[in-house]
């Protein structure tokens, strides 16, 4: 099972972009789907981007669509998202995930991957 450490997180201010990283170790980072979620305070983990095993493939949710992008490195094993025109409704916890497949698709949602990151704090200010 790969093990997922992310970093790039901060506090920074609305209208500013932030890049997060994750970066797997411990197994084939290339056999994982990978995907970003965030947990606000006091609410449940929402899915905001996630990629195919080779990152020929992207999902994004509505709520975040054209102001992030999620891309990987595999021959770096990490795996990146890039958040632009950030909101004070953008501050969470943000965790990477990881999903071992054998297929070229991406998955939205929090049970269908296996393993976590611990995450990392982004926090906009108005």
């Known amino acids: 099972q790969v093990q997922l450490i992310e970093s790039g997180g901060g506090l920074v201010q609305a209208g500013d972009s932030v890049r997060l990283s994750c970066e797997g170790s411990?197994?084939?980072?290339?056999?994982?789907?990978m995907g970003w979620f965030r947990q606000a305070p006091g609410k449940g983990r929402d899915f905001v981007a996630a990629?195919?095993?080779?990152?020929?493939?992207?999902g994004y949710a509505d709520s975040v669509k054209g102001r992030v992008t999620i891309s990987r490195d595999n021959a770096k094993n990490t795996v990146n998202l890039q958040l632009n025109n950030l909101t004070p409704e953008d501050t969470a916890r943000y965790y990477c995930?990881?999903?071992?497949?054998?297929?070229?698709?991406?998955?939205?949602?929090?049970?269908?991957?296996?393993?976590w990151g611990q995450g990392t704090q982004v926090t906009v200010s108005s």
């Open positions: 411990g197994d084939i980072f290339s056999d994982y789907a």
């Open positions: 995930a990881a999903r071992q497949t054998v297929t070229g698709v991406w998955y939205g949602r929090e049970y269908e991957y296996t393993a």
């Open positions: 990629i195919t095993r080779a990152g020929t493939r992207k």
